[in-house]
């Protein structure tokens, strides 16, 4: 299996980093193939909302007119080459980081939306789908940050659009109650809870 860990996060060896190193660490215990895309390092320009991607049917992805981190042999490419998906943010002011919206903005290349057409359709909607992991942390406790933020529905949108269905998602609450925060042994429980269920 070859998988790509998409890490939204600003802050170097927060909590999303430590998950992602763990399940990086399980999966390659298992055999699997590892890609991993720090966010905070790539070059991704903004999306320019032109829509030239969108124009050409068929269900690979289109071609974005930047030349970046995303686009050409990029983190689309990664993702396309990818049999699973781990998308991972961190909650800020209630949704997904900035850094990681503007990855979801660039995903735009996964939409078939020709000018005249109503709306979009996702170019991944048909065949099968790929499974993902997605996982937030909050300041808040995870009971109250599921329902309350927005965080995994932005990632569970984001793994739809590039073809992928979560078939886990791990929210890590309180994780601003010390400066270099760690993550408890039940939070360990449900990250390998996790990767299990991409494996099978």
């Given at each position: 299996?070859?998988?790509?860990?998409?890490?939204?996060?600003?802050?170097?060896?927060?909590?999303?980093?430590?998950?992602?190193?763990?399940?990086?660490?399980?999966?390659?215990?298992?055999?699997?193939?590892?890609?991993?895309?720090?966010?905070?390092?790539?070059?991704?320009?903004?999306?320019?909302?032109?829509?030239?991607?969108?124009?050409?049917?068929?269900?690979?992805?289109?071609?974005?007119?930047?030349?970046?981190?995303?686009?050409?042999?990029?983190?689309?490419?990664?993702?396309?080459?990818?049999?699973?998906?781990?998308?991972?943010?961190?909650?800020?002011?209630?949704?997904?980081?900035?850094?990681?919206?503007?990855?979801?903005?660039?995903?735009?290349?996964?939409?078939?939306w020709p000018?005249?057409?109503?709306?979009?359709?996702?170019?991944?909607?048909?065949?099968?789908?790929?499974?993902?992991?997605?996982?937030?942390?909050?300041?808040?406790?995870?009971?109250?940050?599921?329902?309350?933020?927005?965080?995994?529905?932005?990632?569970?949108?984001?793994?739809?659009?590039?073809?992928?269905?979560?078939?886990?998602?791990?929210?890590?609450?309180?994780?601003?109650?010390?400066?270099?925060?760690?993550?408890?042994?039940?939070?360990?429980?449900?990250?390998?809870?996790?990767?299990?269920?991409l494996l099978?």
């Amino acid at each position: 299996m070859r998988v790509v860990t998409i890490n939204g996060s600003y802050r170097k060896d927060g909590v999303t980093d430590q998950v992602l190193r763990e399940i990086t660490r399980e999966l390659e215990d298992e055999g699997a193939c590892v890609e991993s895309v720090v966010l905070r390092d790539e070059p991704i320009e903004f999306c320019l909302n032109c829509r030239e991607c969108t124009q050409r049917d068929g269900c690979n992805p289109g071609q974005c007119v930047l030349a970046d981190g995303m686009a050409g042999t990029g983190i689309v490419e990664k993702i396309e080459r990818a049999n699973a998906v781990v998308l991972a943010s961190p909650t800020n002011m209630g949704t997904v980081t900035a850094l990681f919206k503007r990855f979801m903005e660039r995903l735009t290349v996964y939409a078939y939306w020709p000018w005249g057409a109503r709306g979009p359709v996702y170019r991944k909607a048909k065949g099968r789908q790929k499974p993902a992991v997605i996982i937030s942390s909050s300041s808040a406790p995870a009971w109250m940050a599921r329902p309350a933020f927005n965080s995994l529905r932005q990632l569970k949108w984001s793994a739809k659009a590039v073809g992928a269905k979560p078939v886990a998602s791990v929210c890590i609450g309180t994780v601003t109650d010390k400066p270099k925060p760690s993550l408890s042994q039940r939070d360990w429980r449900k990250v390998k809870k996790s990767v299990r269920k991409l494996l099978h």
